[in-house]
């Protein structure tokens, strides 16, 4: 059996992943695939803990943040039931809602950028993804959709320039790492299925690369 492709889908907080996800996991089975659909941070301990930390806001050092991030990115990786190695090797699609791009825009403030880039990317065990999308929508937009649907923001979901912000950074970090990762992003403004049909060409195009 031939091993899986690992994409991973990456965007602002409230930029429609959540719809693409599930689009793609139809897209993906029509097309006679066997899909596993995952996210960061995950439900394992240390991926609870990151999320009481957004949920409440917990003010920590960035370099704490990134280091937790990789924690659970790396008990995501090889986890010998639900690890992302294991589905790939069992030939399944992986498509993962967000991975270390999400670090690099989330974390990667100016002083620390080079080192959450270097332990994500130097880390034998972290695997590189055969595919990025980053769904590109007005952070405006996205802001507004979070309003409509949390009564408490999460911590990088409160400040719309903070959003601004990792977006540019986001754009930044995928110039910085060019030809190297195979990286899409598609301007994610327009309706879901106009959206959907521009991601589903990208996957298509992996697919078919064998
Ligand atoms: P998100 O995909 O928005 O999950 P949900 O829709 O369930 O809230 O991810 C939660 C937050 O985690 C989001 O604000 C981005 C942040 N995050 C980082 O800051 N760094 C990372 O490495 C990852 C994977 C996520």
């Given at each position: 059996m031939?091993?899986?492709?690992?994409?991973?889908?990456?965007?602002?907080?409230?930029?429609?992943?959540?719809?693409?996800?599930?689009?793609?996991?139809?897209?993906?089975?029509?097309?006679?695939?066997?899909?596993?659909?995952?996210?960061?941070?995950?439900?394992?301990?240390?991926?609870?803990?990151?999320?009481?930390?957004?949920?409440?806001?917990?003010?920590?050092?960035?370099?704490?943040?990134?280091?937790?991030?990789?924690?659970?990115?790396?008990?995501?990786?090889?986890?010998?039931?639900?690890?992302?190695?294991?589905?790939?090797?069992?030939?399944?699609?992986?498509?993962?809602?967000?991975?270390?791009?999400?670090?690099?825009?989330?974390?990667?403030?100016?002083?620390?950028?080079?080192?959450v880039m270097r332990t994500n990317l130097e880390c034998e065990r972290v695997l590189k993804p055969d595919l990025c999308i980053f769904l590109d929508v007005n952070p405006d937009t996205c802001k507004s959709r979070i309003d409509e649907v949390r009564d408490k923001p999460e911590l990088y979901e409160k400040d719309v320039e903070k959003m601004h912000q990792i977006r540019n950074n986001f754009l930044r970090v995928f110039d910085r790492l060019g030809d190297s990762h195979n990286i899409y992003i598609i301007d994610a403004n327009a309706g879901v299925e106009e959206v959907y049909a521009k991601v589903f060409e990208k996957i298509k195009m992996i697919i078919q690369k064998g």
């Open positions: 031939s091993r899986g492709k690992f994409i991973v889908i990456e965007g602002l907080d409230g930029c429609g992943k959540s719809t693409q996800l599930r689009l793609i996991k139809e897209g993906l089975e029509q097309y006679g695939k066997r899909v596993y659909l995952t996210a960061e941070p995950t439900s394992y301990e240390t991926g609870k803990y990151i999320r009481r930390i957004l949920s409440e806001s917990l003010i920590k050092d960035m370099y704490l943040q990134a280091a937790l991030f990789l924690a659970d990115r790396l008990e995501h990786i090889t986890h010998p039931e639900f690890g992302i190695e294991k589905y790939l090797n069992d030939g399944y699609m992986v498509v993962c809602d967000r991975y270390y791009y999400s670090s690099f825009a989330y974390q990667g403030t100016a002083s620390d950028i080079d080192w």
